[in-house]
């Protein structure tokens, strides 16, 4: 498990993103940490493989126990792993902001304090990370979301030049495939906050040509695409008039939608428009958290099914655990209180010293990881298993991560669970890739029947 030297840094990067409500928790687990053999106690074990008929002169043998640690390491390595969000992009401009420079080596060689590196990724078996390009809110009233995007851009770029025979960007399926054949991290984009198109569906071109994949239509307030799951203004009742315009525009081009983060309305309207899947980038379960939006609810992922979409769970505790959620909301709350009542923002000294010292005097109770298998089984109980992966929020979550999945080395630890659920390598490849896979290659093969219409432009 990390230490909480990770602390004061991840607050300051972490609460301004994706988990707007509750970043920040850094005192020490008030749960154990377990290990994954601990799983959903009332789950049956993988069945030992059946022993081979004996001969009638040959006594039976026990049959040799399945080391399923170790098959999940082989099976991480073996599969294509695909995380539909990562936030290290954000740390790299957090610290270009702080230092006036980016520091590469600690990705590329490991030693950083942030959950994600090469070194780690190979030792999870992570091979397809989606680099989230987190464009803030406020950029939507102060104008130059665009350039935030494109400059995040060059830093994941900046990062691949930095090691070319470490990484790689990713613009395709094939591109996955083929990086992966030849043991390099692929990097593919996704943009986090359709504000980063100024309003003007003719920037989705733009940033396609740039790599980008997939685009998260909002972040944590309405824009000029759509409302917010966060926000409680929902200014357009759904998609506004330019928002019916991007989806059609992101189906011409092969841009993935990802309806993680936006309201109800906004994801039933993209359900009657879309012409291709969508992905749920970094989202969980709403069964479990029955009052948070930012999750889904049951009859959206049955409408997903529908659709061939896929829901890549959030890892982060918030996103899984009711108790952790609600402790996450009052940090924040907190957080927000003293940073308007003495003006202070994150990296100030001040400001990091009341964090530090919150946490200290306030629990916060990290969800376990099988609970985050708890959310998988969910959605595959309930839709079926060609509708789910992951989607970690990694380096997006602060310290809020479960026990057992701290960072990007641990992915075995959760394909252990699946394994003693009784989930077979088929269905498990499914989860690690083949779903998003499959959605990537509808909205690739949707694009190139298409290309030829005229580009959607504002009437
Ligand atoms: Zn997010």
Partial sequence: ????????????????????????????STVEPTSPDQADPGTPANPPAANPTPAQDVQPTAA??????????????????????????????????????????????????????????????????????YVPAKYQEAGGAKNVADELIDMVEALVTSA???????????????????????????????????????????????GVRYITLTHSEDNEICDSSYAT???????SPIGKQVVAEMNRLGIMIDVSHISDDSFYQIMELTKVPVIASHSSARHFLPDFERNMSDDMLKKLAKNGGVIMINFGSIFINEKSRAQGQARWAAMREFRDKHNVQYGDAKYAAFVEEYNKTHEFTFADISEVADHIDHVVKLVGVDH??????????????????????????????????????????????????????????????????????VQ
């Fill in 64 to 133: 040799k126990p399945v080391d399923l640690g170790a098959k999940a390491t082989e099976l991480a390595r073996r599969f294509i792993i695909v995380d539909g969000h990562i936030d290290q992009p954000m740390r790299f401009a957090m610290s270009k902001r702080l230092t006036g420079a980016v520091d590469y080596g600690p990705v590329i060689n490991g030693g950083g304090e942030g959950d994600f590196d090469y070194p780690r990724a190979v030792a999870g078996g992570l091979d397809a990370p989606f680099m989230s390009l």
């Fill in 388 to 457: 789910v992966g992951f989607g970690s929020d990694f380096d997006g979550v602060g310290d809020t991560l479960p026990t057992g999945l701290k960072d990007v080395s641990m992915y075995p630890n959760l394909i252990r669970i699946l394994l003693e659920r009784g989930y077979s390598e088929a269905d498990i490849e499914k989860i690690c890739s083949g779903n998003v896979l499959r959605v990537w290659q509808a909205a690739e093969d949707y694009a190139a029947k298409n290309a030829s219409q005229p580009a959607t432009s």
């Fill in 1 to 28: 498990m990390k230490t909480t030297r990770f602390c004061t840094f991840a607050v300051s990067v972490a609460m301004t993103i994706t988990t707007i409500i509750a970043l920040g928790a850094c005192t020490k």
């Fill in 164 to 210: 070319p025979d470490k990484f790689a960007i990713a613009r395709s399926v094939a591109d996955v495939r083929k990086n992966f054949s030849s043991g390099k991290v692929s990097l593919p984009l996704g943009i986090e906050n359709g504000a980063a198109i100024e309003g003007d569906p003719a920037n989705l071109k733009h940033f396609y040509d740039r």
């Fill in 233 to 239: 203004t929902r200014k357009w009742k759904g998609l």
